[in-house]
């Protein structure tokens, strides 16, 4: 998850991530999910609890999710269980007793391993947006973000030194000491970005280009919140690096007062993609109740909500996006791409090749 809060996501102004994980304490809770439910919204048979494990950086308006249990007749605990690699990790370990009902916040990094292990059950909501695509007939796309390399306009514009646009071009001596990304280890859009160049160089090629973003000077940090807000210097926090990974959305958070520009600059050639999908979980106590919620989670107002709640693009591409993000945020147009059936195959792989070029 920008996402911008937690371990991928969070807003870029301070007092907004503090807004965002206070609402995700708000309906953070521990307990598995339990009996009732009904299958729609506005059912007035349905009741119980439906429990929704997602990743840290949940923070939908409590509004819409008071709205859904007004007309559902559920009511709706949210357990937190990390970022979207601790998330299914933990989905896995539990799938004989499941931590819940429903889940969000499962990404295409993570999908594959989701599936092989058989913690879902198969649902397609009737309203799956058009275009939107499901994975394995049980997880379904309800946001997504492309995780790229972003630019403190204003240093470069100060340096009198060109912003650079592709991946090859952080490697250039001219960029050295200049860039901060995130480790792959312990960081979702660490993972994507290290997907990008596998994207882009290949299985055979991306050690190489991250031997040479070493000799250049890229410093790698645990999170996303130490790249950008301990690191980067379009933060306003005293980082010195001008170059930061970060996420397509990030500029339209760095608006100036007057809305006429933003500071930063997303490199829309460095991007890869991240899908965020929900699920009903297998075995759960409430599989009508999960169902619903994730019928919830691809309306108008939730799907609307997203950009300025959890800082993601909606899967359904006919909802209209705030101004700032129609002039800050567009999306990359050829984001790089890896299978999801190789991002299973090799992602362990991939991971300790990359520690052993780039960590040692």
Same mark, same amino acid.
């Given at each position: 998850?920008?996402?911008?809060?937690?371990?991928?996501?969070?807003?870029? !102004?301070?007092?907004?991530?503090?807004?965002?994980?206070?609402?995700? #304490?708000?309906?953070?809770?521990? *307990?598995?999910?339990?009996?009732?439910?009904?299958?729609?919204?506005?059912?007035?048979?349905? @009741?119980?609890?439906?429990?929704?494990?997602?990743?840290? @950086?949940?923070?939908?308006?409590?509004?819409?999710?008071?709205?859904?249990?007004?007309?559902?007749?559920?009511?709706?605990?949210?357990?937190?269980?990390?970022? =979207?690699? *601790? #998330?299914?990790?933990?989905?896995?370990?539990?799938?004989?007793?499941?931590?819940?009902?429903?889940? +969000?916040?499962?990404?295409?990094? +993570?999908?594959?391993?989701?599936?092989? =292990?058989?913690?879902?059950?198969?649902?397609?909501? %009737?309203?799956?947006?058009?275009?939107?695509?499901?994975?394995?007939?049980?997880?379904?796309?309800?946001?997504?973000?492309?995780?790229?390399?972003?630019?403190?306009?204003?240093? /470069?514009?100060?340096?009198?030194?060109?912003?650079?646009?592709?991946?090859?071009?952080?490697?250039?001596?001219?960029?050295?000491?200049?860039?901060?990304?995130?480790?792959?280890?312990?960081?979702?859009?660490?993972?994507?970005?290290?997907? =990008?160049?596998? $994207?882009?160089?290949?299985?055979?090629? /991306?050690?190489?280009?991250? %031997?040479?973003?070493?000799?250049? $000077?890229?410093?790698? %940090?645990?999170?996303?919140?130490?790249?950008?807000?301990?690191? +980067?210097?379009?933060?306003?926090?005293?980082?010195?690096?001008?170059?930061?990974?970060?996420?397509?959305?990030?500029?339209?958070?760095?608006?100036?007062?007057?809305?006429?520009?933003?500071?930063?600059?997303?490199?829309?050639?460095?991007?890869?993609?991240?899908?965020?999908?929900?699920?009903? #979980?297998? $075995?759960?106590?409430?599989?009508?109740?999960?169902? =619903?919620?994730?019928?919830?989670? #691809?309306?108008?107002?939730?799907?609307?909500?997203?950009?300025?709640?959890?800082?993601?693009?909606?899967?359904? @591409?006919?909802?209209?996006?705030?101004?700032?993000?129609?002039? +800050?945020?567009?999306?990359?147009?050829?984001?790089?791409?890896?299978?999801?059936?190789?991002? @299973?195959? !090799?992602?362990?792989?991939?991971?300790?090749?990359?520690?052993?070029?780039?960590?040692?």
């Amino acid at each position: 998850m920008l996402r911008l809060s937690g371990a991928h996501r969070g807003t870029i !102004h301070a007092g907004a991530v503090a807004g965002a994980l206070a609402a995700a #304490l708000l309906f953070a809770g521990c *307990t598995g999910g339990s009996g009732g439910g009904g299958a729609e919204a506005g059912d007035p048979t349905a @009741s119980g609890k439906v429990t929704l494990v997602t990743h840290d @950086s949940w923070a939908l308006d409590e509004k819409l999710v008071d709205r859904f249990e007004e007309e559902s007749g559920l009511t709706v605990e949210v357990s937190a269980a990390g970022d =979207a690699g *601790t #998330l299914v990790n933990q989905l896995v370990l539990t799938k004989d007793a499941p931590l819940g009902d429903a889940v +969000f916040g499962i990404d295409n990094t +993570f999908a594959s391993r989701a599936l092989e =292990a058989g913690v879902l059950e198969e649902y397609t909501p %009737a309203d799956l947006p058009e275009g939107a695509e499901q994975l394995g007939g049980a997880l379904t796309p309800v946001d997504q973000g492309d995780v790229c390399v972003n630019a403190d306009q204003a240093w /470069f514009e100060e340096s009198g030194l060109e912003v650079p646009t592709t991946l090859e071009d952080l490697a250039d001596p001219q960029y050295r000491d200049l860039l901060v990304v995130t480790n792959p280890a312990t960081s979702s859009p660490g993972l994507a970005f290290l997907l =990008a160049t596998i $994207g882009a160089f290949g299985e055979d090629g /991306f050690e190489d280009y991250w %031997a040479s973003l070493v000799d250049n $000077g890229v410093k790698v %940090a645990d999170s996303w919140e130490d790249a950008y807000y301990v690191d +980067f210097s379009g933060a306003g926090e005293g980082g010195e690096r001008p170059l930061a990974l970060s996420y397509a959305t990030s500029p339209a958070f760095t608006v100036s007062e007057d809305g006429s520009e933003s500071t930063t600059s997303a490199l829309l050639e460095t991007c890869f993609r991240q899908v965020e999908y929900a699920g009903v #979980l297998a $075995g759960s106590d409430n599989p009508e109740g999960a169902r =619903a919620l994730v019928d919830f989670l #691809l309306t108008q107002d939730v799907q609307a909500a997203l950009p300025e709640s959890m800082y993601m693009y909606p899967a359904d @591409s006919s909802v209209q996006l705030p101004e700032d993000w129609q002039k +800050f945020a567009p999306q990359a147009e050829a984001p790089f791409e890896v299978d999801p059936a190789d991002v @299973s195959e !090799h992602r362990d792989e991939w991971i300790e090749r990359w520690t052993a070029t780039v960590v040692g």
